[in-house]
C-alpha cells in the first residue's frame, strides 16, 4: 500500500482535516492526543508530510475512529475481496468510540 503517492496522500490528507473539524476539535487537540506537535498536524493535512502505517494507525487513535475513515475509497477493500463475502460478518461487530 503506497501510502505516499500525490494522489492518496492528498486524499488522506483530506479525510483527516473532514473528520478532525466533524469533531470540532483543533490541530492542537489532536497534535496532543497523538503525541505530536500542531505543525506536524498540519503538514499531514496539507499532504506535504510523508505517512507510513504507524502514524496512520495514531492519527485513527488520536480520532478515536478506525483508519479506514482516512483512507481513500479505493483502499478500503482488500483486493481480493469478493462482494459476495463483503456481507455482514459473524460475531460482534466494532464500532468507533463516540466520545
Known amino acids: ?3 505516499n503517492s500525490g494522489s492518496t496522500r492528498q486524499e488522506i490528507a483530506a479525510n483527516l482535516r473532514r473528520e478532525r ?5 483543533s ?11 500542531q505543525s506536524k498536524v498540519s503538514r499531514l493535512e496539507r499532504g506535504i508530510q ?3 502505517t504507524d502514524l496512520l494507525l495514531i492519527l485513527a ?3 478515536r475512529r478506525t483508519v479506514d475513515v482516512l483512507l481513500p475509497k479505493q483502499m478500503r477493500t482488500l483486493p ?7 456481507g455482514p ?10 466520545t
Do not use: F, T, V, Y
Open 1 to 3: 500500500m503506497d501510502l
Open 21 to 25: 473539524e466533524a469533531q470540532g476539535i
Open 27 to 37: 490541530q492542537e487537540q489532536l497534535a496532543r492526543r497523538c503525541g505530536m506537535n
Open 50 to 52: 510523508k505517512l507510513d
Open 61 to 63: 487513535a488520536g480520532l
Open 80 to 86: 481480493n475481496q469478493s462482494k459476495a463475502a463483503s
Open 89 to 98: 460478518a459473524e460475531g460482534p461487530q466494532l464500532r468507533p468510540s463516540q
